[in-house]
């Protein structure tokens, strides 16, 4: 099993910036990718980023390119989720989530094994 522990959300003013941590722990040591993933009030569940654990490869949507940033640190287990020139359109609960799984699609939410609790980014215009 894996727990996925995340943290950062809150409510931030357009063009604002936050930063989200997902720490896993448990039986990580069969990780592929470490993926985000967000879900607005009536929408969807949509693809954010994600990061291969063994090459630090990234891959991010088009409308967070250039503003959203993930990365890792080993030592802690953690992924970060840099978000800058936030916009309202990026106001949504926000799920990290873990995969062992190497023949899914990282942008599918069905590729990921386990899956954090979620936390509340805000945007105000």
């Known amino acids: 099993q894996v727990q996925l522990v995340e943290s950062g959300g809150g409510l931030v003013q357009a063009g604002g910036s936050l930063r989200l941590s997902c720490a896993a722990s448990g039986r990580t040591y069969s990780n592929y990718a470490m993926g985000w993933f967000r879900q607005a009030p009536g929408k969807e569940r949509e693809f954010v980023g994600a990061i291969l654990w063994s090459t630090s490869m990234t891959y991010y949507r088009d409308s967070v390119k250039g503003r959203f940033t993930i990365s890792r640190d080993n030592a802690k287990n953690t992924v970060y989720l840099q978000m800058n020139s936030l916009k309202p359109e990026d106001t949504a609960v926000y799920y990290c989530?873990?995969?062992?799984?190497?023949?899914?699609?990282?942008?599918?939410?069905?590729?990921?094994?386990?899956w954090g609790q979620g936390t509340q980014v805000t945007v105000s215009s």
């Open positions: 989530a873990y995969t062992t799984n190497r023949g899914g699609g990282i942008t599918r939410s069905t590729t990921y094994n386990y």
